[in-house]
Nanobody, 116 residues
């Protein structure tokens, strides 16, 4: 059984920072080599992959957040994090964690709202 529980979202002014956390637990996640990733979806937009991290620790971020967002993981605690700095209003979205490629189960997500 997979558990995905995101937290850490909130309302922040442009230029501010937030750190998102995700409990990504379950036998399926623990026993395969899938990367973990953060996705986001804004109203009226498709879900997009923001950042990913492999089991070995290699990372990749979308061009839109490169240099501002950093993904990390603590495999011993089944946690994955997203440090978001220099936030912009266009970063406003619901943020979700999942594997990459993503599975069918999604957690509740956490809302990030960046004001001008």
């Amino acid at each position: 059984q997979v558990r995905l529980v995101e937290s850490g979202g909130g309302l922040v002014q442009a230029g501010g920072s937030l750190r998102l956390s995700c409990l990504a637990a379950g036998v399926i996640l623990r026993n395969n080599d899938l990367a973990l990733a953060w996705y986001r979806q804004a109203p009226g937009h498709q879900r997009e992959l923001v950042a990913r991290i492999t089991r070995a620790g290699g990372t990749d971020t979308a061009d839109s957040v490169k240099g501002r967002f950093t993904i990390s993981r603590d495999s011993a605690r089944d946690m994955v994090y997203l440090q978001m700095d220099s936030l912009k209003p266009e970063d406003t979205a619901a943020y979700y964690c999942n594997t990459d490629p993503f599975g069918s189960y999604w957690g509740p997500g956490t809302q990030v709202t960046v004001s001008t």
